[in-house]
C-alpha cells in the first residue's frame, strides 16, 4: 500500500507540473515509451534498480539513452526519482499519471474480450453508446474463444460480463433455489 500511495502522489505533483505547462499528452506519452523500453530490456532495469550501482551512474545511463527524447519535464522527473531513490515506483507512477491523464481529458478506456472478432461497426456502436455522456472511448478488443459466445466489457473497475458462459452460471444459480 505504501508504494501506492507514494506512485499517486508523484504522479499527482507531476501531472500538475504538467497541466500548467500544457502538455499532459506528451508526458504520458513518454512516460509509457520509458516504461515499454524498461520492459523491452528487462537489464535496464535491472540496473536501475540494482542497490550496488550508483544514482550518478544510473541518471547518466538514463541521460544517455532518453535524453533529447523526451522533454525536460521527463528527464527531470526520471533524474528526481533516482536522486530519491523511489526509481522502483516508476511503473506505478506511469499507471496513475495515465489515470490522471485520462480523466483530465474526458478519455475512458474500455476493454471488450469477447468469442469472435468485433466487426468494425460493433466496435463504433460500443463507442458511441458508451461515449454518449460526451467521453472520448478507447476501446482495445481481445478474442477469447472460451467465452462461447457475447463478450465481456471493462469500463474502469467495472465489468459487465454479457458472455454465454456468465449468462449459463447465472441460470444456474436461480434452478439451484
Request: proline share 2%.
Amino acid at each position: 500500500m505504501k508504494n501506492a500511495t507514494v506512485a499517486k502522489r508523484y504522479a499527482e505533483a507531476l501531472f500538475e507540473v504538467a497541466q500548467q505547462q500544457g502538455n499532459a499528452d506528451t508526458v504520458q506519452a513518454e512516460l509509457s515509451a520509458i516504461t515499454d523500453a524498461l520492459k523491452a530490456h528487462p537489464e535496464l532495469e535491472q540496473m536501475l534498480l540494482h542497490p550496488s550501482i550508483s544514482t550518478e551512474v544510473k541518471k547518466k545511463q538514463m541521460n544517455e539513452l532518453f535524453n533529447g527524447r523526451v522533454s525536460a519535464i521527463v528527464m527531470n522527473f526520471i533524474q528526481l526519482l533516482l536522486d530519491r531513490r523511489r526509481q522502483e515506483d516508476l511503473h506505478s507512477i506511469a499507471e496513475e499519471f495515465t489515470v490522471l491523464a485520462d480523466k483530465a481529458s474526458g478519455r475512458v478506456k474500455v476493454k471488450v474480450e469477447s468469442a469472435t472478432p468485433l466487426s468494425e461497426e460493433e466496435i463504433s456502436t460500443l463507442k458511441n453508446t458508451l461515449g454518449a455522456n460526451g467521453k472520448q472511448i478507447e476501446v482495445t478488443a481481445t478474442v477469447n474463444p472460451a467465452l462461447i459466445g457475447g463478450a465481456k466489457v471493462r469500463v474502469g473497475d467495472t465489468v459487465f460480463d454479457y458472455t454465454v458462459a456468465a449468462q449459463l452460471e447465472r441460470f444456474r444459480q436461480t434452478l439451484k433455489y
